[in-house]
């Protein structure tokens, strides 16, 4: 959420996270991930936020899970399914396309097979067709889809066995490796170290818990100048 008051709700240095304590347990991390406003977490880091270029494709949905990588050159479907076999429950589909944004990895056969693996949602650095099937799914089951647009062109069954699975890639300008936490809503896609995230999560909670008080103050009229943090 927009932090537009009190400098006091981030107690670390602005643009780095404050120090961790023990690193929580992953479910844990994550379930207190999803009690948070993706948003908030830009007042407290700099580094791991996708380009406003990827876009969710499926609105109104929220992802939060853990990256399963892969490299795909040659527009090449047979490296994504592959790919799908890989994913593991609660694990995001986070695909890197070599610079093509003009072939589509991902329609509705591909949203289905990563459901029927337990995915908690996809990635891409390019482009995704049958917008229209997946937004039918929004029906609770709806799997969250993030990419660069859409397109009827797509990949082909080349099966040129250049792709890379498992490994650090890039998507939106941001490096995503095997096990970050990848978070997307309708505002954009955070990718973050386990680490990194467990530095900012309270703070993070801590912060979305003290603006409805903020903005009740400036509903009923309080003084800006007592509620807007100036920097004093």
Request: glycine letters at 10%.
């Amino acid at each position: 959420m927009e932090m537009s008051a009190a400098g006091t709700l981030a107690t670390g240095t602005p643009g780095q996270p404050a120090e961790p304590a023990a690193l929580p347990e992953l479910p844990e991390l994550l379930d207190r991930l999803r009690r948070v406003s993706f948003p908030t977490l830009g007042h407290f880091l700099e580094e791991g936020f996708c380009s406003s270029e990827i876009r969710a494709v499926v609105p109104g949905v929220r992802m939060v899970g853990v990256a399963s990588t892969a490299r795909i050159p040659d527009a090449d479907a047979v490296a994504v399914n592959h790919a799908l076999l890989r994913l593991q429950p609660g694990e995001v589909l986070v695909l890197d396309m070599d610079g093509d944004r003009q072939h589509a990895p991902v329609g509705a056969v591909t949203s289905a097979a990563a459901r029927a693996r337990g995915a908690a949602g996809i990635l891409v650095d390019g482009p995704v067709t049958d917008v229209v099937e997946l937004n039918t799914a929004n029906d609770g089951g709806a799997l969250p889809v993030f990419a660069r647009g859409t397109t009827c062109l797509t990949t082909k069954r080349h099966a040129s066995g250049r792709a890379e699975f498992g490994i650090p890639v890039s998507v939106g300008g941001a490096t995503v490796r095997p096990g970050d936490i990848v978070l997307g809503d309708d505002n954009g896609v955070v990718v973050l170290a386990p680490e990194v995230a467990a530095a900012v999560v309270l703070q993070a909670v801590e912060s979305d818990a003290a603006e409805p008080n903020i903005l009740s103050r400036i509903a009923a009229g309080e003084p800006l100048e007592r509620i807007l943090y100036l920097g004093q």
